[in-house]
Structures are given as structure tokens and as C-alpha cells.
């Protein structure tokens, strides 16, 4: 019989709550994240607000702040994600072959250290002119190593492995808005051809600082609706003007269905089938006609040996920028049918903002909940019908439904195209 991977731990921290069920409440009420961003001083950038995390820090795990005082924002997050699910599979509650148990994340950079480079180049340019010796030494004398090495996107996989002493295979994949997606797709496929029995996979991003609000306003990529930020992200809304920036991490622990069972291990629901495209189109813009989607959607259907009608509900990409979610809206008609057939799709980055490289995952684990649950988690601030986007985006309210497959959309800058399908669990 074909190996299965079932999900067996849940955990997340996100700008609306800092724990799975936290998060699902404010969801199914259609709580916005999003106000005006107060990490850093916006006040001079053309958007002022974004999604952040509130009220956590790394002692609620227990954690020594002093060891982890130059670790990344993202990576405490990710241990604060990855200890809930851990602890909700209850997989370390017996001995476990370490080297059975691996580590597969979609991480973003670390911290940037905004202000040291600025200082790094006021000191370059103290004679009126570049001169790069005096980069390199003001670097030398102002540069922690440590912090620097926390930047790199590795080190959130690094740190989880120690934490649980994960021995198996470990891995960190960076293909933008796509990578924890494409990380826990990646994760199943290892499992299922038997290289670890237990895997830990997820997903951590902020981009909530200087350089990266800068290149995604000079993307024209974010919305600049200030005067009303829980307003601001709207997808599929005619005026819709761009995504708000968010934060957080999300993990699952994702497990052989054999192993899961001789353990009596709760079981969340069902890794169906994983898609992975490219458009092979361009860096910053989705094909038009959503070339790479549709053969995402299909992609994943097929390794699931579904047809489009089993599908009872879509969580989209959706953005909140024009291109993407006309284009997602295409693709989705493509796969499924026109209104009526395409079954209901919402975004839940309405509420939450955009997580970047954590979104997918959070999305995921979104519709393992709409699958236990049985309610279909809204798109709020649709308020302006948008003749390209014509299909049921779930407006501004929760809806009861039965839903026994769901489909989670992630594309990221450069083309990349993940779909994963998760499915309840029947035995």
C-alpha cells in the first residue's frame, strides 16, 4: 500500500493571535491585524502601516531572552510556532530516532541591520566621496558577527533542529510568497520516499523594516491606504490597492500515516497532492493568463487523483494588487468553471496581511481548520464588485459549509507557483 502524510501538530503566531485557535476566532469573525507600524518610524515612507506581532516574545516558550537577544525576529517566531506544534503532535512524548525526525522550512532573511549600514555609509561618505576603505572599517568596528550571521535564511532550521534534536534531513527553501508551501510539499515528498518518518515544517518571514518596505513601495506593490488600515487590504475589490505587509511563522508536523497510527497520534487532516510551476514569464508580474497557476491547480489535482468537483473550497492567493488577483481569478476559472462550478474562494490575508514566506503554510493550516470545523473563513473589505473578478470570495462573513477538501494558492515574486490539497482525514 502507498505511503500517506497526515498532519499531526499545529502551531502559529501571526498579527492575529499568537496561537492556532486565537488566530481561527478572529478569522471566522473577520478581525483585522492590520494598524500603523510601530517597529520602526514609517511616518516618512508612502505606507505607514502594516500586520505585526503583538504581545509575544520568546520567554513565553520559556526561552532565555539574553541567548536569543540577536536572533531574528523570524526565527523567535519560529520557535514559538514550531513549540506549539510540536507539542500538539505529542511527538516527542516517546523515544523517536532523531535521525527519522528532519527539519524542511520556507525562512526568510534575518533582521536587516538597517541603521549600522546607514552608519557604514555616512562614515564612507564623510569626504564627499565614496571611499571604501573607511566602509569596511566603520563595518568592523560596528557590525556584531553574530547578528550578521542570523541573517541568513538558514538559521531558523538550524535553531529548530537543535531545539528538538531533529537529526534527520534539514532544509530551507526561499521562493518568495511560495516558500512554505513549497516547503511542506518538499517535506511530504520526503517522507514518502521514506528518507524520515516525522518531519517539522513550516514557515517565518518579517519584512516589516526599512529595506523592505522600501522595495515594496518601490514595487508599487503595497497599499497606501493609511487614513484606514483595517481597511486597507481588500482582495478582489475593485479599489483594492496593493497588500499590507505582515509577519509571523506557522508549523506543522507532518508524519507518515503508519507511524502517526502506532503512536495514536491526533491527526489534523491529510497532505492530498502538491503542485510546484514556474511562469518562466517575468521577476515581478504573473503570466496574464495565469499559465503557471493553472498548471499548479492541475498539478496538484492529478498527484491527488482528484477532479476539480471534489474541491469545496479555495483559499486563494489573493493579494490585494490588481494583477494578482485578476490573474488568480482566471486561473481559477480555468481549473474549476465560472460561478457556479468554482467552488468558494476567500483570502485571509485580508485580515492578517501578507506573511511573505509564511503565508502559505498559515493558509494551510487555515483550511485544515475550515475542514474540522466545517465554516469557510471570509474575505473582508470586498465592497466594490470588480467585473474581472466574478467569482463567490465569501464577503465579509463567515460561512457554515461542508468541506472535506480544500486547496491553498501560493505564488511568489519571480514566478514561482505552489498548490498544496489537504483533505480530512476518514482512516
Not at 520602526?40 to 505585526?52: G, M, N
Not at 508536523?253 to 497520534?265: F, I, M, Q
Not at 463567515?398 to 494558492?409: I, Q
Request: aromatic share 6%; with cysteine; hydrophobic share 40%.
Amino acid at each position: 500500500m502507498s505511503k500517506r502524510v497526515v498532519v499531526t501538530g499545529i502551531g502559529c503566531i501571526n498579527p492575529l493571535g499568537n496561537d492556532v485557535e486565537t488566530m481561527w476566532t478572529a478569522l471566522q469573525e473577520g478581525r483585522s491585524g492590520v494598524d500603523y507600524t510601530r517597529i520602526f518610524d514609517a511616518s516618512q515612507f508612502p505606507t505607514k502601516i502594516s500586520a505585526e506581532i503583538k504581545d509575544w516574545d520568546i520567554t513565553r516558550i520559556g526561552e532565555d531572552a539574553e541567548t536569543w537577544k540577536y536572533r531574528g525576529r523570524h526565527t523567535c517566531f519560529a520557535a514559538g510556532a514550531a513549540t506549539q506544534a510540536i507539542h500538539s503532535s505529542g511527538i516527542l512524548d516517546k523515544p523517536l530516532d532523531p535521525t527519522r525526525l528532519g527539519v524542511y522550512l520556507g525562512s526568510g532573511e534575518g533582521n536587516q541591520d538597517f541603521f549600522s549600514f546607514a552608519r557604514m555609509m555616512a562614515a564612507a561618505l564623510e569626504g564627499g566621496e565614496l571611499d571604501l576603505a573607511r566602509f569596511v572599517r566603520a563595518g568592523l568596528e560596528t557590525l556584531n558577527p553574530t547578528a550578521e550571521l542570523e541573517q541568513e535564511p538558514n538559521m531558523p532550521a538550524g535553531h529548530l533542529a537543535a531545539m528538538f534534536n531533529a537529526q534527520g534531513p534539514n532544509a530551507n527553501c526561499l521562493t518568495a510568497c511560495a516558500a512554505s508551501s513549497q516547503a511542506v510539499g518538499e517535506a511530504a515528498q520526503i517522507i514518502l520516499r521514506g528518507d524520515a518518518d516525522v518531519m517539522l515544517s513550516g514557515g517565518t518571514h518579517s519584512m516589516i523594516h526599512p529595506f523592505g518596505v522600501t522595495g515594496f513601495n518601490l514595487l508599487t506593490a503595497l497599499s497606501t491606504r493609511n487614513d484606514e488600515p483595517a481597511r486597507a487590504s481588500r482582495p478582489f475589490d475593485r479599489l483594492r490597492d496593493g497588500f499590507v505587509l505582515g509577519e509571523g511563522a506557522a508549523m506543522v508536523v507532518l508524519e507518515d500515516l503508519d507511524h502517526a497510527r502506532r503512536r495514536g497520534a491526533p491527526i489534523f487532516g491529510e497532505i492530498l497532492g502538491y503542485g510546484s510551476t514556474a511562469d518562466a514569464y517575468r521577476i515581478t508580474d504573473i503570466h496574464p493568463e495565469g499559465r503557471g497557476a493553472i498548471a499548479c491547480m492541475r498539478m496538484a489535482l492529478a498527484d491527488a487523483r482528484l477532479n476539480p468537483e471534489d474541491v469545496h473550497y479555495i483559499n486563494a492567493h489573493g493579494t490585494s494588487t490588481s494583477v494578482n488577483d485578476r490573474v488568480e481569478t482566471v486561473a481559477c476559472k480555468e481549473v474549476f468553471g465560472p460561478l457556479g462550478k468554482c467552488p468558494p474562494i476567500s483570502s485571509t490575508k485580508s485580515m492578517m496581511g501578507h506573511l511573505i514566506a509564511a503565508a502559505g503554510v498559515t493558509e494551510m493550516i487555515v483550511c485544515l481548520l475550515a475542514i474540522r470545523d466545517g465554516v469557510l473563513p471570509p474575505t473582508i473589505n470586498y465592497e466594490n464588485p470588480d467585473p474581472e473578478c466574478d467569482l463567490d470570495y465569501l464577503p465579509n462573513e463567515a460561512r457554515p459549509a461542508r468541506c472535506r477538501v480544500a486547496l491553498n494558492n501560493s505564488f511568489g515574486f519571480g514566478g514561482q507557483n505552489i498548490t498544496l490539497l489537504v483533505g480530512q482525514f476518514d482512516g
